[in-house]
């Protein structure tokens, strides 16, 4: 943010010869405006969009840690299904969907920011036009993609689920009518061990989304604020008569936000899937 202060201090006071009738320093003025405040944006960016690469990571070696505990803990609990699912469908999918969001769409990202910002020095709006368009696809691939993933998951989830169901009531029911004394207390037996083992799956997936908050909720603050400044910036740039300043740190503004909703899109379904597990 302190980069950002000077910056508008630094547009407001070059803004000043180009509006007291000095016109043939005014494209000189505005390139060395928009040098500094490329410098000024570039770097917070390529921060954010380091440490969101790295906590998709971290967060994708914390699911290849807990899925197959967690996938164990229902088959102890008498959800063999679910399990399957859990630790097939559901870990292969989170571990590509990281893959694809820390090595093609963060440096997309980064490809974009450069093509503002070349755009910007070589004056050519149809780079930054289709910079722009390529985000909007991203955007929507993005929300396509994870709409798709937690619309698979949840059917999946629920069949399981039905048939885990029915395999242990049926379970409990042969075993209570085939010895009629003894069936009944190991069918209660079953029950008690299941209720336990269902806490302790509880207590392990609060562990894993307490881990996930920790990794995601710091990173997607910081691109909220730095959305913040960078939408300020362009206003009061557009103000000072600096339009390509305004253009590029609209597009920082575009690009932090387009991180936050890769964040968002992969760790809302995780948190979801592992939240309908519990």
Same mark, same amino acid.
């Given at each position: ?95 590509? #969907?990281?893959? /694809? =969001?820390?090595?093609? %769409?963060?440096? @997309?990202? $980064? ?7 070349? *755009? ?88 894993? #989304?307490?881990? /996930? =908050?920790?990794?995601? %909720?710091?990173? @997607?603050? $910081? ?7 960078? *939408? ?47």
């Amino acid at each position: 943010f302190i980069k950002i202060s000077i910056f508008l201090l630094f547009a407001a006071v070059v803004a000043t010869p180009s509006q007291t009738g000095d016109k043939n320093f005014a494209p000189l003025i505005q390139m060395v405006c928009f040098l500094l405040c490329a410098i000024f944006v570039v770097q917070p960016v390529q921060q954010i969009l380091t440490q969101a690469r790295e906590q998709i990571f971290y967060c994708k070696g914390a699911l290849m840690g807990f899925v197959p505990v967690f996938s164990s803990m229902l088959v102890a609990g008498g959800q063999p299904a679910s399990a399957a699912i859990f630790s097939g469908f559901f870990l292969s999918t989170a571990l590509f #969907l990281a893959e /694809i =969001a820390a090595t093609v %769409v963060l440096p @997309l990202i $980064q490809m974009l920011i450069a093509l503002h910002t070349a *755009s910007g020095l070589c004056d050519v709006s149809v780079v930054s036009a289709m910079a722009q368009m390529v985000q909007r696809v991203v955007k929507w691939g993005l929300g396509l993609v994870s709409t798709i993933f937690v619309t698979f998951l949840g059917l999946q989830n629920f069949l399981a689920g039905a048939s885990d169901s029915l395999a242990m009531k049926t379970g409990k029911f042969l075993i209570s009518s085939s010895i009629p004394i003894v069936g009944q207390a190991v069918s209660s037996t079953i029950g008690a061990v299941g209720a336990g083992i269902k806490l302790a799956r509880g207590t392990a997936a609060i562990g894993l #989304l307490v881990a /996930i =908050a920790v990794c995601f %909720v710091p990173v @997607l603050v $910081q691109t909220v604020l730095y959305w913040w400044a960078f *939408s300020a910036a362009a206003t009061i740039a557009k103000g000072v008569e600096q339009p390509q300043c305004a253009q590029l740190l609209k597009a920082a503004a575009g690009c932090t936000s387009l991180c936050g909703l890769t964040l968002l899109f992969y760790g809302l379904p995780i948190v979801l899937s592992v939240v309908w597990m519990m």
